[in-house]
């Protein structure tokens, strides 16, 4: 098993930056892949963006590429987004989730863990 605790959700206006973080613990040596979705209100699950725990290749989806950037810290178990010129569209929760199969998923079902996220929003 592998809990996931996100962090540094917040209220912020358009144009401003935040940074999620998501705290890894348990069984973290299975980790393949960590990636962060987004839920806004009556909306389905998106991806927004991953990174693999080997290596660092990271994926975006088109709507935050250049816009957010995903890293991690192996060492200390953590991922990070850093969310810059945000928009009123990226209000959501937002969540941590961790894939332990090889090969990168974009759907919430490739991904086993879940923290149990973090709001953002974002004001125009």
């Known amino acids: 098993q592998v809990q996931l605790v996100e962090s540094g959700g917040g209220l912020v206006q358009a144009g401003g930056s935040l940074r999620l973080s998501c705290a890894a613990s348990?069984?973290?040596?299975?980790?393949?892949?960590m990636g962060w979705f987004r839920q806004a209100p009556g909306k389905e699950r998106e991806f927004v963006a991953a990174?693999?725990?080997?290596?660092?290749?990271?994926y975006y989806a088109d709507s935050v590429k250049d816009r957010f950037t995903i890293s991690r810290d192996n060492a200390q178990n953590m991922v990070y987004l850093q969310m810059d010129s945000l928009k009123p569209e990226d209000t959501a929760v937002y969540y941590c989730?961790?894939?332990?199969?090889?090969?990168?998923?974009?759907?919430?079902?490739?991904?086993?863990?879940w923290g149990q996220g973090t709001q953002v929003t974002v004001s125009s």
């Open positions: 989730a961790v894939r332990i199969y090889s090969a990168f998923g974009r759907r919430s079902e490739d991904y086993n863990y």
């Open positions: 348990g069984r973290t040596s299975s980790i393949v892949t």
């Open positions: 990174i693999t725990w080997i290596g660092g290749r990271s």
